[in-house]
């Protein structure tokens, strides 16, 4: 059940309590006009026992006998009516006492059953909030991995070196997009890895391409149209980074996805390797990871 489930139920708990607590409010306010029926016609009958207590006083005072007096109307009616006082206040009592009992028990009931349901929504509040917290947390996370500079390591430069090191004699041009520090430590990096001291690739460090290129994250071009398989180590080296946490694009060379880039790369003024079988373009850190195709 979730928790607009759970308030819901307890919404309708919290009103049944609440017309529950009214009834017994409303039954208990018989309860003192019972009483006072009860304590009335015990009164009367009080009053006619006073009364017949005279009466015998009176004839034993005069020490005659003598015949019975008419009875009194009166007296007759009041020790009835004081009798049917009592038996009414009494059962009324008895029957608001049965009352408050019943709804005392379902209010047990229901309160049981509101806690219950409170406690329930009291940990899935909990649980979201946990989540919540862990998802700030993560969001942090990504929020410093976002500011931290794109770097490899010596231990990933190394391995980068080594992984890739099976197509050494490739030829690969490495141009930086908007030569900021962070693109340039990064340039750096990649061409300790991939150059001659690593994995043996013939680098050419091109020019970058004008300013105003939108083009994020880390673009790998491949040449289908050459006998050297530009492809596989393309690919290798797209995914090497991706794993080690950079984002890379892979592409044909007959593909048109970034053309203000590969436009500005090819344009015949720039020096570079035209014959190169990999391109390989540092743009700048990317808001969102890109997949590889």
Partial sequence: MDASALESAISALTSTVSALEKSSEGIEAWLPVCTGIVVIGVAGEIWILCVEH??????????????????????????LVSAIM????????????????????SLRDKNAELRGKTEQLVGLLRKEASKANERAANTEKELALLKEPRRLSVKQRRELSSVLSRYAGIRANLSSLEGDDEITDLTSDLQDALGSKGAGWLLTKTPRPPDGVSTSGILVEYSLFNTVPSKPAATLLARTLQHMGLEAVLMESTTN????????LHDLSIKHDRDAHVLIVICRKPIKKQTIR
């Fill in 54 to 79: 005279r009466e015998a006083l009176a004839a034993w005072r005069r020490a005659a006998i003598s015949s019975p007096d008419k009875p009194s109307g009166r007296r007759f009616i009041v020790g």
């Fill in 257 to 264: 996805r970034f053309p203000e880039v590969f436009a500005a």
């Fill in 86 to 105: 009592v038996v009414v206040g009494v059962a009324g009592e008895f029957g608001v006492g049965i009352g408050i009992a019943r709804i005392n028990s």
